[in-house]
């Protein structure tokens, strides 16, 4: 089923470029991402498997968490599941089993839809916290095959469709427990598919994330079933979140008016990346079911859009989450992608670089040592005081970083941005509690600095014979050596990535040749082209006026540069160098400047 509708393309006219541009030049790492996860498999396995104890135990009686949103545990068990099929076991399937009869016993279809607080004051609970608990059911299902999950999972789902418009509710312009006329259209796209936020019966808002959760249950359980009703459903609501909740940035917003007589059609923009990652996991299943190309191709912008977007991260990558679970559902889209291979392999390694870079922010700054215990900010400090929404949504790092296939390096070889005559850097991993480098260090400095002092090696070879030439020509000929006319392998012998404009255009990088600074892997400046490299000698210069020199291994006058060995030529030119013995008239060789060591 094609997702590209009428007023999805008129609303995103403005948005061709970027559409079409900006994903092939945001699907390369940028060097401030600390993605090289040092650390092996079953050390993650372990980090993982200690965090989800930690939470675990603290579950109440009753299987929730004590003080904290009821779709949180609906979320925990999630990351059972998730845990289980990471590791290819089946440690947490009895305990899962029993949280959700305790659940589903005191909350028919897993739902709570009004809770009174005081005779003033009540509250209703979002559908997602109770699709949460259908997700994990349908999980748990195809993970252990017990059927028992996947009655939980269709209760679930049922509670789901009650609050999502139908063809017929969208018809009637009218839904059970709304008391508001419904909006048929908004831009000329039909409003079917969308779930409302919550079942208060004045609320008109249609949300991303109630309606995001409806795709990726409908999505598993029709993978799970084969049945036409949960792939009709799914189609239905991820074209309504990309009709009406797709900006021009390809990014899912939090919500819009069903209300026809009130603010209809209204549409409130994201902070967060909850609905988007929602969107995310749910066309990944789409596209597992149907490969078809569309859902593709929806997928992937969105990608693009949603990973670089600044709106949630700074340039380090790492997510603000804050307390907020849009980072839970973010990566665990992300693990889906990555999971199920739903991209092609340049965009499916950027996926996993930034999943990289959320566990390398989750061990080394939002926890202390020992203590499996994560904060609310993966940039620090960390905090001992636990929560079950911040661990929860911690888990979705730990956890999907464990199917990661190997170390993840910040710049892939197919999407490097620097020549193929500089190796790409290898960031070092932090140390726990260490902020990740704003630059990560090169594990090839050493190879680097020797090939260019192997460079340099010829081109002092090369001048040095063209001073012993010019030393026995006679005056007459001094011409042919003219800098106009001295072939350019004599002017420049070293050319590369830190090769100055005037020494060399064709190995330089596209956007090097007009005038840039150019410097290593960690932005020092190693040549400009304002200083252009001088001539080995001047024009005009006579072969008499060099004085004759004698080294320790003999006249050299009378022996023809050529013949002399290497070795004597380069200790011969060392002497004049380190004793700036030039004679008036002379120019001595540039100075070279060299990476500082790091």
């Known amino acids: 089923m094609s997702f590209v509708s009428k007023s999805a393309s008129v609303r995103r006219a403005s948005g061709v470029l970027l559409l079409t541009v900006g994903p092939v030049a945001s699907q390369v790492a940028p060097l401030s991402w600390n993605s090289t996860i040092s650390i092996s498999t079953e050390e993650r396995v372990r980090l993982a498997g200690a965090a989800l104890d930690v939470a675990i135990d603290k579950l109440s009686a009753d299987g929730l968490f004590d003080d904290e949103g009821y779709g949180i545990t609906g979320n925990l068990y999630s990351q059972m599941v998730d845990f289980d099929i990471a590791t290819n076991q089946t440690k947490y399937q009895n305990v899962l089993e029993q949280y959700f009869q305790l659940q589903e016993t005191k909350r028919a279809n897993f739902s709570d839809p009004y809770q009174t607080f005081t005779q003033c004051q009540s509250y209703f609970y979002p559908t997602n916290y109770g699709l949460a608990f259908g997700h994990a059911a349908v999980k748990a299902y195809a993970a252990y095959k017990n059927s028992v999950f996947l009655q939980y999972a269709v209760e679930s789902w049922w509670f789901g469709r009650s ?40 609320e008109p808002r249609v949300a991303g994330v109630a309606t995001g959760y409806f795709v990726a249950l409908s999505a598993l359980l029709a993978e799970a079933t084969a049945d ?94 804050q307390g907020i679970d849009g980072g839970l559902t973010l990566l665990r889209g992300l693990n889906t992608v990555y999971a199920r291979n739903s ?38 400090p960390p905090s001992a005081i636990f929560s079950g929404t911040n661990q929860t949504v911690a888990l979705a790092a730990l956890i999907g970083a464990i199917g990661l296939e190997t170390t993840v390096s910040s710049a892939s070889p197919a999407t490097s941005p620097f020549p193929s005559s500089s190796p790409p850097p290898s960031p070092s991993p932090s140390p726990s509690l260490a902020p990740p480098p704003s630059h990560p260090k090169s594990n090839n400095l050493a190879a680097i600095l020797g090939g260019t002092s192997g460079g340099l090696a010829i081109l002092v070879l090369g001048m040095m014979t063209l001073w012993f030439l010019r030393r026995k020509r006679p005056r007459s000929n001094e011409d042919s ?51 252009p490299i001088q001539r080995f000698a001047s024009e005009g210069e006579s072969s008499s006026a060099v004085n004759s020199q004698t080294t320790g291994h003999g006249n050299v006058d009378d022996t023809p540069a050529s013949a002399l060995p290497t070795e004597q030529l380069v200790q011969l030119l060392n002497e004049r160098l380190q004793n700036r013995r030039w004679t008036e008239g002379e120019t001595s060789p540039p100075d070279y400047f060299s990476a500082r060591s790091i």
């Not at 009218?174 to 039909?190: D, E, H, L, Y």
């Not at 209300?259 to 549409?267: L, P, Q, R, S, T």
């Not at 340049?346 to 989750?362: C, H, K, M, P, W």
Request: charged letters at 10%; one cysteine or more; glycine letters at 8%.
């Open 228 to 321: 036409p009703l949960y792939l009709q459903a799914a189609n239905e609501s991820a074209s309504f979140i990309h009709s009406h909740l797709f900006n021009v940035q390809n990014i899912v917003q939090d919500d819009i008016s069903a209300d026809a007589m009130n603010g209809g059609c209204g549409v409130q923009a994201s902070s967060d990346p909850s609905s988007s990652g929602l969107m995310i996991e749910g066309l990944s299943i789409l596209f597992s079911i149907t490969n078809d190309a569309s859902t593709q191709k929806l997928l992937s912008d969105l990608l693009v859009a949603v990973i670089p977007n600044s709106a949630w991260q700074g340039n380090n990558g790492i997510v603000a989450v």
């Open 481 to 531: 050596f003219s800098p106009s006319i001295i072939p350019e392998p004599f002017l420049a012998s070293v050319t590369g990535p830190f090769t100055s404009e005037a020494t060399s255009h064709s190995s330089l990088p596209p956007g090097a040749r007009h005038g840039e600074k150019h410097g290593d892997h960690h932005g020092n400046v190693l040549w400009s082209p304002s200083q």
């Open 343 to 380: 991209t092609d392999a340049t965009l499916r390694q950027y996926v996993s670089e930034y999943i990289a870079v959320q566990f390398n922010a989750v061990t080394n700054l939002a926890t202390t040592d020992g203590t499996n215990i994560y904060g609310s900010s993966w940039t620090g």
């Open 163 to 202: 609050r999502t418009l139908s063809q017929s509710d969208v018809s009637a312009g009218n839904i059970a427990g709304k008391n508001f006329t419904i909006t048929k259209n908004c831009q000329s796209a039909t409003m079917v598919g969308g779930a409302f936020w919550v079942n208060d019966p004045a």
